[in-house]
């Protein structure tokens, strides 16, 4: 089940970069999800991946954040023209020169496309409410 590898390693990346760098200088107090997009090349079963960051999750600054899994479009070269596109599945024609003959490009398995934070901190006081404001 490669599912858990790949999810211990978002956790960790969230953790590291987001968590690390922008609790801090945003004043964050909470986020609410993150968004990956998966490579359709991947196989990536997306409700396992969801189930196993959960778990991976727990017990971390991430535990609780909701997690969407979306799929990427397969990136096409047209070997005839040189035109390089997407499209949802792999059996397709070049929208440029009809040719049939066609490359799938190479692109990464995953990726962090969106992380979506909750209340931000203010830094200064706020006297109606005492302390530190969050919007």
């Not at 970069?17 to 997009?37: C, F, M, N, Q, Y």
């Not at 396992?48 to 799929?71: D, K, R, Y």
């Not at 496309?113 to 969050?134: M, N, P």
């Amino acid at each position: 089940m490669h599912e858990m590898s790949r999810a211990k390693k978002l956790v960790k990346q969230l953790v590291d970069v987001w968590v690390g760098s922008h609790a801090s200088a945003i004043g964050l107090r909470s986020a609410t999800s993150v968004k990956v997009r998966v490579s359709p090349l991947a196989g990536v079963d997306k409700d396992e991946l969801v189930e196993c960051f959960q778990i991976v999750a727990t017990g971390t600054p991430v535990e609780g954040w909701q997690m969407e899994v979306v799929s990427a479009p397969f990136f096409l070269h047209c070997l005839t023209c040189g035109k390089t596109f997407s499209s949802e599945k792999p059996e397709v024609v070049c929208p440029n020169c009809a040719s049939e003959e066609l490359s799938v490009e190479p692109q990464d398995e995953m990726w962090i496309e969106q992380v979506s934070f909750g209340e931000i901190c203010e830094t200064k006081v706020d006297s109606e409410l005492g302390g530190g404001a969050c919007r």
